[in-house]
């Protein structure tokens, strides 16, 4: 099959929608399908062998620490050229909606799928007002697809009632070797730790942005002295929390990559998500598949990969006592324990060969319905 792929971000940038698409589109390499990358110009023209085709990008004040392609009429040029089986439109909102007009214009079988859920960044933003808008521009981009996926039940139910018809879910993938408790480094911990005695430690790994609620953790240090925490990632509100945890035990290491990612899941005692703007949270099975148990803000699809009290403990948002509560946790470890080990085997149902058939046959299911369509339209 010939497939490309127009997505909004890629590697090397960090999150959710590159870590899914960079592992997934080795595996269908591997497969033999021929694939065609296009994303805003970071500085790459290879990923693995795959070719990816850099557009022009542009900075917004809101979320300048990342570039954003604009759309063009190039990918219109690139998708003639290149002649795909099937066009997917990786979270349709700026440059990828010249994927998904072309797609249309050329007769091209279209996947589109929803990644990102910015109608709720506008709440964090104080925006509110411009959701409805906000809601049908991305209903108009996603209605033009044969067949729409997103990436967890509570969002489908939610694209649903958008009256965006979206099929199916994408299953989760995690890479089940490099997220793994053996990286637990006792060194690392030590160092996070501050060389204390009796210290727990708690770990995040995500963009540092507003809509991810990390400020309502730096209550945790007025409550307790026996807890460290160490923020991984990086993003346009860093000097922000900096400044708002400067005098707590907490370690800002930004972003971090390969083994030094993998250590910094594994050496921790718990894993803290607080945001709730999250379509799914990949770092969460992440975690889970590192041995951790995780403390994570109640919402639907959280609640979709955590199982309380088995797997995780959830506590509601933005109230402090919930949080503390959650946290009480920690001061037993046997528990802890019992429930990291039913974390990681919770995550070992779930690879990245599992994810990419699913994806795989959403293509041909949109190839099918788009030969439908044209047969219907031909009488």
Not at 64 to 77: A, H, Y
Not at 290 to 314: C, R
Request: charged share 20%; hydrophobic share 40%.
């Amino acid at each position: 099959m010939r497939i490309m792929i127009v997505t909004e971000t890629f590697v090397p940038a960090t999150d959710g929608i590159c870590t899914r698409l960079a592992n997934m589109i080795k595996i269908m390499k591997k497969q033999e399908h021929e694939l065609l990358i296009i994303s805003p110009d970071l500085g790459i023209d290879d990923y693995c062998g795959i070719p990816v085709i850099g557009m022009d990008t542009i900075s917004f004040p809101l979320y300048g620490s990342r570039p954003w392609g604009m759309p063009s009429r190039k990918i219109k040029q690139i998708m003639t050229e290149f002649n795909p089986d099937v066009v997917h439109a990786v979270n349709p909102f700026l440059m990828v909606t010249s994927a998904v007009h072309y797609a249309k214009k050329l007769n091209i079988p279209l996947l589109a799928s929803y990644h990102t859920h910015l109608p709720d960044y506008l709440d964090h933003y104080r925006m509110p007002l411009l959701k409805p808008i906000l809601w049908e521009y991305i209903a108009h981009w996603h209605r033009m697809a044969d067949v729409n996926i997103t990436v967890s039940e509570t969002l489908r139910n939610e694209l649903l009632v958008q009256e965006i018809p979206t099929l199916g879910v994408l299953p989760r993938g995690i890479d089940l070797e490099a997220r793994h408790p053996n990286f637990f480094d006792e060194k690392l911990y030590q160092s996070l730790t501050f060389n204390l005695d009796n210290q727990h430690l708690l770990v995040y790994v995500g963009r540092l942005a507003q809509e991810k609620g990390l400020e309502q953790l730096r209550v945790i240090f007025e409550h307790r002295t026996d807890i460290c925490l160490v923020i991984v990632g990086d993003g346009p509100e860093r000097e922000n929390l900096e400044t708002l945890f400067e005098g707590t035990k907490t370690s800002f290491v930004g972003f971090q990559h390969g083994e030094a990612l993998s250590k910094y899941f594994a050496t921790a005692d718990g894993f803290i998500f607080p945001s709730i703007s999250e379509t799914f949270g990949l770092s969460i099975s992440e975690a889970m598949a590192s041995g951790l148990p995780v403390f994570a803000a109640e919402n639907g699809p959280t609640l979709e990969q955590i199982k309380p009290g088995e797997t995780g403990f959830i506590f509601e948002a933005d109230n402090e006592m919930s949080l503390m509560k959650s946290l009480d946790y920690l001061d037993h470890p046997i528990l802890l324990k019992k429930i990291g080990l039913q974390a990681r085997r919770e995550a070992e149902q779930f690879s990245w060969e599992r994810a990419t058939r699913s994806l795989l046959d959403y293509y041909e299911t949109a190839i099918l319905v788009h030969e439908k369509v044209s047969e219907q339209k031909a009488y």
